[in-house]
Nanobody, 116 residues
Framework: QVQLVESGGGLVQPGGSLTLSCAASGSIFRLNTMGWYRQAPGKEREWVATITRSITTNYADTVKGRFTISRDNAKSTVYLRMSSLKAEDTAVYFC??????????WGQGTQVAVSS
């Protein structure tokens, strides 16, 4: 089992920045592929970004160039730095862990609202 706890969400103005954190426990964090997903009201959950254990990163086209995913294995934490935020970035953001055995775990989510 992997436990994931997200934090850092909140209300931010368009064009602003926010950094989300996800603290993990219950597994060898450095071996996991970590990711961020989001779900806007009335929409399906969508993939945002992934970082592998070899620090390879990938981003959805909608956030590429604005969001940065990173990880600190010593702290068992993954981050999502979001900048140039838009109203359409408003969503609940979920942390995800994929273990080497193929098990997937989710956090409870943290709300991000972009509004003036």
């Amino acid at each position: 089992q992997v436990q994931l706890v997200e934090s850092g969400g909140g209300l931010v103005q368009p064009g602003g920045s926010l950094t989300l954190s996800c603290a993990a426990s219950g597994s060898i964090f450095r071996l996991n592929t970590m990711g961020w997903y989001r779900q806007a009201p009335g929409k399906e959950r969508e993939w945002v970004a992934t970082i592998t254990r070899s620090i390879t990163t990938n981003y959805a086209d909608t956030v590429k160039g604005r969001f940065t995913i990173s990880r600190d294995n010593a702290k068992s934490t993954v981050y999502l730095r979001m900048s140039s935020l838009k109203a359409e970035d408003t969503a609940v953001y979920f942390c995800n862990a994929l273990t080497p055995s193929g098990n997937r775990f989710w956090g409870q989510g943290t709300q991000v609202a972009v509004s003036s």
